[in-house]
């Protein structure tokens, strides 16, 4: 199950961003909340890439694909929740 | 020299300020505007309930790391040094006249010029609680950035930074913002200075889809643009970063929100110029004009 390991690997990124938490809300607001910020953003693309194996294009995101996890497990994971 | 305005007619008054190597000098015109200019901006301070509060000149650079500074604004900064006190000796008897001083004349650098005006003011909350409402401050400070090149007073190596923050939960911090979004528009309307509010991004990004992504995805900063590139004032929400860096807290206990409103004051003496073509004192009677009732 290949694509539920990336999934995971990709939880696991975003924890390391906030080490005062053991585990996300799946709809909580991950810019809201700065698990996410500007400076990450980039690194963060990279690792979704890494998990996804597919390029991220800017122009086919949008900012909601990126503000929770399920909002990130449905675009690059192709998942329903 | 009419009796009225004795002190405008003298050579000093209407002065082009120099701007040699990005460090400006302005003469008494283009300081009597700077000072109504701040009459304004102060009084608008005063209107929200800021405290005036005047920092130190310099940062400590064990503060800045608190903040990530260096991470995030490596370009930027401006250390301060002293001479060691192995090479002090050869100074103190004529000694080198270079334009520089080699670094290994130079103490380690434990200090900083600040880059912006209100670093302070989360540094000296650090570990409070604001059991209050939210906490507003104004401060005024020279402020250094190294850059890639000058431009008169609208790109400047030290300038002066007027700043209205408050601190508090996100809600008091956005309606801060929004306040001020509103009193600056209408006032520049008013003034009839000609500017537009631009969503800034972050620079360490540039493509240019990502760029758009960016600020829709993070938007911290709004800038008031004059002549399409000038940032004269700008809105910073920084959500609870500075909260959290320094363990400021809301009465429920949680980290708080903190943003500032930001004034270039040279980069407002720049626009007006530019703009109306008026002498300093003539600009300062319109600045004044526009800020009354």
């Not at chain 2, 405290?51 to 310099?58: N, T």
């Not at chain 2, 996100?170 to 631009?198: C, Q």
């Not at chain 2, 943003?259 to 626009?271: D, T, Y």
């Amino acid at each position: 199950m290949s694509t539920v390991t990336g999934f995971d690997a990709v939880i696991q990124y975003l924890l390391t961003k906030r080490p005062d938490l053991t585990s996300i809300d799946p709809d909580l607001d991950l810019v809201e909340n700065r698990i996410l910020d500007s400076l990450g953003f980039v690194n963060f693309l990279y690792v979704l890439e890494e998990q996804t194996g597919e390029e991220i294009l800017m122009e086919n995101v949008t900012p909601s694909d990126f503000r929770t996890i399920n909002s990130i497990r449905k675009r690059f994971f192709h998942e329903s929740e | 020299m009419s009796p009225s305005s004795p002190v405008s007619a003298g050579p000093e008054a209407g002065r082009t300020p120099s701007t040699r190597g990005g460090l400006a000098t302005l003469g008494p015109g283009a300081l009597r505007l700077r000072a109504t200019l701040e009459g304004v901006f102060t009084g608008w301070a005063a209107e929200v309930g800021a405290d005036a509060v005047q920092y130190p000149p310099l940062m400590r650079v064990e503060d800045l790391h608190r903040l990530d500074y260096f991470q995030n604004f490596p370009q930027l900064a401006i250390l301060g040094a002293a001479l060691t006190e192995e090479a002090a000796p050869e100074y103190a008897t004529g000694g080198p006249r270079e334009a520089s001083l080699p670094a290994g004349h130079l103490t380690e650098a434990s200090y900083a010029l600040p880059s912006a005006a209100c670093y302070n003011v989360y540094l000296d909350l650090a570990g409070r609680t604001l059991t209050e409402g939210p906490h507003k401050v104004t401060t005024v400070a020279t402020c250094f950035r190294r850059e890639t090149h000058y431009d008169a007073l609208r790109r400047l190596l030290g300038f002066s930074m007027r700043e209205i923050v408050c601190v508090g939960t996100k809600d008091e911090v956005l309606a801060h913002l929004e306040l001020f979004r509103k009193k600056i528009t209408g006032y520049l309307s008013e003034l009839g200075l000609p500017v537009e509010i631009e969503a800034a991004t972050d620079p360490f990004f540039d493509a240019s889809a990502g760029r758009a992504l960016m600020a829709q995805l993070f938007p911290v900063k709004e800038e008031f643009v004059f002549d399409g590139s000038l940032a004269i004032g700008s809105l910073n929400f920084h959500r609870n970063f500075f909260g959290e860096r320094c363990e400021i807290r809301t009465a429920d206990g949680e980290p708080a929100f903190t943003g500032c409103v930001a004034f270039g004051l040279e980069r407002w003496i720049s626009a007006l110029t530019s703009h109306f073509g008026l002498t300093e004192d003539e600009l300062a009677d319109r600045v004044l004009a526009a800020g009354r009732p």
